[in-house]
């Protein structure tokens, strides 16, 4: 079986992705609340170690990994988050973090593959600087990599585009059919093209376009996952549903009387926007979508951040909060999975997460054949 330390672990999600067929050897994050979240989902055999990536040191790294994941924090480089970058104080913690790598690669442990995701904003933060430096910090350490924007709506019924990269040690062989001469849709956009054209000349000489199949369709959708007797969250009174109302946009109203017309069971996300109204001044907006897939989950700072469901049968208009489960489910969590009781907390847990069958197409795909895990023939086959 191949083996895998885990950083910036959170509840364990990319651990769910990779599935049984991986061991962890390490595993290691910050929060304390998520902890016990991924103790009590994978046990306590002792390879969470919690605690601040800086205060990790090689020597806590039993064997030799054949993967290293690190969601590493992404406030810092989210367009939302104040442009601070990797020198911000939570996505700086990619450092202390990339010095345990290279500690282990000058120890003759080097991972094979190293694998790293984070929100798209990574491309551009600070002009380019930021996704250049990961980029150097790769080659220089003896890694020749690729990246992906992958949005988990190809998978769960979720607008959420991640950037993930993976790098592979320049001892591993690369079978070709796992590589393209140039940049595929969907996974390579324009975007990622723009960066990749902005980094040092060094860092794309090593850099590589990664061949993946694109997913089966999805059949599920927002609707399919929400429940009408959730538990942990009340549906709104009349009064408050109308008041939700009350703060759309022409626009968005304009949403939910073609919802009432649709002939059938609507169901939307609503997120609420401090916007500018007619005059310039400053107020909150409800804005919802009906496209069948829920609105990115952030983690519930302030409250704004959380999802509010709308639904919409006829002239019968419902709204509530999104419930604890129903966000596992659209990270693609299976329902036995273990959530903190406090919403808060699950939401923090889920929207913080990364997004279990991304992970697992990333395995199957890339990680695994890398790893000789599947034949030559299946490779080129897919």
């Known amino acids: 079986m191949p083996s895998f330390y885990e950083f910036f672990a959170g509840g364990g999600m990319a651990r769910a992705g990779l599935g049984a067929g991986w061991t962890c050897l390490f595993a290691n994050d910050f929060d304390h609340k998520k902890s016990l979240s991924y103790q009590a989902n994978w046990g306590t055999g002792g390879e969470l170690r919690v605690g601040d990536v800086n205060d990790v040191r090689v020597e806590d790294l039993p064997g030799v990994a054949d993967l290293v994941w690190g969601s590493f924090p992404c406030q810092d480089l989210s367009l939302a988050g104040g442009g601070a970058g990797l020198k911000g104080e939570r996505s700086g913690t990619f450092y202390p973090f990339w010095n345990v790598v290279r500690e282990l690669v000058s120890e003759g442990r080097s991972p094979k593959i190293i694998a790293l995701e984070n929100v798209i904003g990574t491309l551009t933060s600070h002009g380019g600087q930021d996704f250049d430096a990961i980029c150097r910090a790769l080659v220089e350490t003896g890694y020749r990599y690729g990246a992906l924007v992958i949005n988990a709506s190809l998978f769960v019924p979720q607008s959420r585009p991640r950037l993930f ?186 929207g913080d997460g990364v997004a279990v069958p991304v992970v697992r197409h990333l395995a199957q795909h890339i990680l695994e054949p890398l790893l000789g895990m599947v034949s030559e023939g299946k490779q080129e086959a897919a």
Request: charged residues 25%; proline residues 5%; hydrophobic residues 35%.
């Open 165 to 350: 990269m993976i790098g592979v040690h320049k001892d591993v062989e690369i079978h070709p059919s796992l590589l393209s001469p140039e940049p595929l849709d969907p996974f390579h956009t324009n975007g990622l093209k723009r960066a990749v054209q902005g980094i040092s000349k060094k860092a794309q000489t090593q850099f590589l376009w990664w061949n993946i199949p694109t997913p089966s369709h999805r059949h599920t959708t927002f609707a399919d996952l929400i429940e009408e007797a959730p538990t942990g969250v009340l549906w709104h009174t009349a009064s408050e549903t109308e008041r939700l109302i009350s703060m759309m946009s022409a626009t968005n109203l304009a949403k939910v009387n073609a919802a009432k017309r649709a002939g059938r069971r609507m169901v939307g996300a609503i997120y609420r926007r401090t916007r500018l109204d007619e005059n310039g001044a400053k107020v909150q907006r409800a804005e919802v979508r009906f496209d069948d897939i829920a609105g990115c989950l952030r983690t519930p700072a302030g409250g704004s951040s959380r999802q509010t469901i709308i639904v919409v049968d006829g002239q019968k208009v419902r709204s509530r909060l999104i419930s604890t489960r129903e966000t596992a489910r659209l990270m693609g969590l299976e329902d036995h999975y273990k959530l903190p009781k406090n919403y808060n907390e699950a939401y923090h847990l889920t």
